[in-house]
């Protein structure tokens, strides 16, 4: 076994499939829940990520400075809106901590991790994921 079938071992799973997405909350991040009863949440602290729209969406880069108040400099939040309501039909952790979620619209959210601080916090299912800025999950 090599080093990346090992690390792919350790990763989490989301348990997200046929979800639906419920809520999304802009203060200090962007906060996404998942679940009737928002079982499951996604915090983005990374201040770029990836929104693509339907089938034939082009991706969109959402900028959102986290823990600024207000925030400053927000762009693409507008993408957001429409992935209320959509299940997840796939979602995962690459062993760079890159996590995706892809929905029933064929719509998909991406966190690719970049910085020096944390990157995304996932809560749901009894487990807390945390990606650090250089990919490592703890």
């Known amino acids: 076994m090599n080093l990346t079938e090992s690390k792919m071992d350790s990763i989490p ?3 997200l499939e046929n979800e639906k997405l419920t809520a999304i909350t802009l ?12 079982e499951f949440k996604l915090r983005i602290l990374e201040e770029d990520f990836i929104v693509s729209l339907g089938k ?20 693409g939040v507008s993408s957001l809106p429409p ?10 952790i690459s062993d760079t901590g890159e996590l995706t979620i892809h929905f029933d619209d064929e719509s ?6 970049g910085g020096t601080d944390e990157a995304y916090t996932f809560v749901g299912a009894g487990q807390i994921i945390v990606c650090n800025g ?5």
């Open 13 to 15: 799973k989301l348990y």
């Open 108 to 113: 998909s959210l991406s966190v690719r991790p």
């Open 27 to 38: 203060d200090t991040n962007v906060v996404i829940f998942f679940g009737e009863k928002r």
């Open 83 to 92: 992935l209320i309501n959509q299940r997840v039909t796939s979602a995962g």
């Open 134 to 138: 250089d990919g490592t999950i703890s």
């Open 56 to 75: 034939l969406g082009k991706p969109m880069i959402v900028h959102f400075s986290a823990w600024s108040t207000p925030p400053k400099n927000v762009t």
